[in-house]
């Protein structure tokens, strides 16, 4: 099985390709949620390229985002409130976030349960 790197070329990549297409149903389904809950604080966990960060941060929430990868890290500086680094879900702070966000990033995780249980801690 081939390890996918998470390099500037993998960003490039969602950002000319398959986004495209997820972004305008993925944002169709996460605007009336963000609309109905109006969240304070939202964390985009696996930010990547940082592709919804203005849809997040149109309620009005401070939005911070998080990934493993240094290159989306780098490339969501500026356009979030607070952009850091994780190993994995295990590192969110307690009780933080009114809502995360999440999209294309579970099938990279290998223990589901532990993650959606981590976020709801969070």
Same mark, same amino acid.
């Given at each position: 099985?081939?390890? *996918?790197?998470?390099?500037? $070329?993998? =960003?490039?990549? !969602?950002?000319?390709?398959?986004?495209?297409?997820? =972004? #305008?149903?993925? $944002? +169709?389904?996460?605007?009336?949620? &963000?609309?109905?809950?109006? #969240?304070?604080?939202?964390?985009?966990?696996?930010?990547? $390229?940082?592709?919804?960060?203005?849809? &997040?941060?149109?309620?009005? +929430?401070?939005?911070?985002?998080?990934?493993?990868?240094? +290159?989306?890290? *780098?490339?969501?500086?500026? !356009?979030?409130?607070?952009? =850091?680094?994780?190993?994995?879900?295990?590192? &969110?702070? %307690?009780?933080?976030?009114? &809502?995360? =966000?999440?999209?294309?990033? !579970?099938?990279?995780? *290998?223990?589901?349960?532990?993650? !959606? +249980?981590?976020?709801?801690? %969070?």
């Amino acid at each position: 099985m081939r390890t *996918q790197t998470y390099d500037e $070329s993998y =960003f490039e990549d !969602l950002t000319s390709g398959w986004n495209r297409i997820s =972004f #305008p149903m993925i $944002s +169709a389904i996460v605007r009336p949620v &963000l609309e109905r809950n109006r #969240p304070r604080i939202v964390l985009d966990f696996g930010c990547g $390229s940082g592709a919804y960060a203005g849809v &997040l941060k149109a309620t009005g +929430a401070d939005v911070e985002a998080c990934d493993t990868s240094e +290159a989306a890290i *780098q490339a969501c500086r500026g !356009l979030y409130h607070r952009v =850091f680094a994780v190993r994995d879900s295990s590192d &969110l702070a %307690s009780g933080r976030y009114d &809502l995360i =966000f999440s999209t294309e990033v !579970l099938e990279h995780i *290998q223990d589901h349960r532990a993650a !959606l +249980a981590n976020f709801h801690r %969070s």
